[in-house]
């Protein structure tokens, strides 16, 4: 029997996963700069986190989510996505009682929608994001964008494009869904199923129809940005004084509506030019999300935050030919020739990693030659070469393989020899 990988997955190899560490190594550190600590909640949930959450009539809720019975019969999801689970938790450890307010917090961890694979669209895919809970300041919308944006410029990545949008807060929401029912309700019948069953439910959802973008109707529909109230309007104009005064561009797209259900004011997209980029040019996306902490049983407490996924930012960084500085090679290969030696050969191997140096031997009784090989291949500094004479005298020879120069050394300067070297 022959098994493969399950479709829309990947296999991350040695080669590929230092380049997984370093960005989410830079993920962790950028989110201590800007004081954001770390959440990690279940990677599945009860269905009704997600689909109250997410809201049911989003294609991730109606199609994508993986959902089963566990044996004890309850309707469990792999996670889609991070916020709702955030909120739960949120709720549910009563974190609007914590003294540092608002709460900042952060999350790096596959996520589950079943959708058809594509480049850049996986069906289990590593989410890096961040929700502030408990602050409707305008500078805190711009604080998460200007995250985001840090983490992709940060990389070397160019040629980004923000896109943001107001949802308007709750009458103006009202206003405008009823503004596109009146629109799209005497043609509904020209439009796909889904958006005739969207109509009522969330006419909002229309606009993002993969099938129906090119109708003429969609052209003509009422925007969001003539509905806003004069506080919707005011706090989307704040946002923009705050992005501008930080140095951040952006364009306003009165389109961008985003495919999840909590949205309201802010939200907004970073797309990478498609350049040598595959279909999918959006990198991550979020927005505000008041209301939501209310739906899963907490008190009135605003939220904002973001997603990207590491996939696409990968993508990105390939499509754009830059190279992470991933430290490859090792300090030191102990090459080993003799009984005696290779019975000393253990406990000075862990004796300088403990000292922090990256060291690796042979365990496959190689000849000296091989062994050389060996520690040319792991791109090692240094050979240090362990033989009977060597070890009678107390020392090892040093072979420095840039150069091909070696010394002998006694093995109690061994340590402090390597890591002056090092420098
Ligand atoms: P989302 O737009 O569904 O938002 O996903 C955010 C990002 O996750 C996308 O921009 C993309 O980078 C990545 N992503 C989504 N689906 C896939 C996929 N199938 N394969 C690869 N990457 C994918 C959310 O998930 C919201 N929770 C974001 C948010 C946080 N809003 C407020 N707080």
Redesign the pocket.
């Given at each position: 029997m022959n098994f493969k990988i399950p479709r829309?997955t990947q296999d991350i190899l040695p080669e590929q996963s230092a380049k997984w560490q370093y960005i989410e190594q830079r993920a962790h550190e950028l989110c201590r700069t800007y004081n954001y600590k770390e959440i990690r909640t279940p990677m599945f949930e009860q269905t009704e986190v997600f689909a109250r959450g997410?809201g049911d009539t989003t294609d991730?809720v109606q199609k994508e989510m993986y959902t089963f019975d566990d044996r004890g019969g309850r309707s469990l999801t792999l996670r889609?996505?991070?916020?709702?689970s955030v909120v739960r938790s949120y709720v549910e450890n009563k974190m609007h009682g914590l003294p540092d307010q608002p709460v900042k917090l952060y999350y790096i961890g596959p996520?589950f929608?079943y959708?058809r694979p594509q480049s850049?669209?996986?069906?289990q895919?590593v989410?890096f994001?961040?929700?502030a809970l408990g602050s409707d300041d305008p500078a805190i919308d711009a604080e998460v964008i200007a995250l985001a944006m840090d983490l992709y410029k940060g990389l070397g990545l160019t040629d980004l494009k923000l896109v943001i949008n107001s949802l308007g807060d709750k009458d103006s929401r009202t206003a405008h869904r009823n503004a596109l029912i009146d629109h799209f309700k005497p043609r509904i019948e020209e439009f796909c199923s889904d958006c005739q069953a969207r109509l009522e439910k969330n006419p909002l959802r229309i606009l993002d129809c993969k099938k129906d973008h090119g109708h003429e109707l969609m052209d003509t529909a009422p925007s969001i940005l003539d509905y806003l109230n004069e506080s919707s309007k005011a706090y989307f104009e704040q946002v923009q004084r705050y992005l501008t005064a930080i140095g951040i561009e952006f364009v306003v797209d009165a389109t961008l509506v985003?495919?999840?259900d909590?949205?309201n004011n802010t939200a907004f997209?970073?797309m990478i030019d498609g350049k040598g980029f595959g279909a999918i040019t959006?990198?991550?996306?979020?927005?505000?999300?008041n209301g939501l902490v209310e739906e899963f049983g907490g008190s009135d407490v605003p939220?904002?935050?973001?997603?990207?996924?590491i996939?696409?930012?990968l993508m990105a960084l390939e499509a754009q030919g830059i190279e992470l500085p991933i430290q490859e090679g090792i300090d030191a290969y102990l090459v080993v020739m003799g009984e005696e030696p290779k019975n000393v050969a253990p406990k000075l191997l862990h004796d300088l990693r403990k000292q922090g140096l990256t060291v690796d031997t042979d365990y496959l009784n190689k000849k000296m030659k091989a062994q050389f090989k060996a520690a040319d291949r792991l791109n090692a500094s240094f050979a240090i070469i362990l033989g009977e004479q060597e070890l009678e005298n107390d020392s090892v020879m040093v072979k420095a393989l840039s150069t091909g120069e070696q010394e002998e050394v006694k093995v109690q300067e061994l340590v402090s020899y390597l890591k002056s070297k090092k420098k």
């Open positions: 829309g997410v991730i889609p996505e991070g916020t709702a996520m929608r959708e850049g669209r996986m069906r895919f989410q994001g961040v929700e985003r495919g999840l909590y949205y997209e970073i959006t990198l991550s996306g979020g927005g505000r999300y939220g904002i935050g973001f997603a990207l996924s996939e696409r930012l």
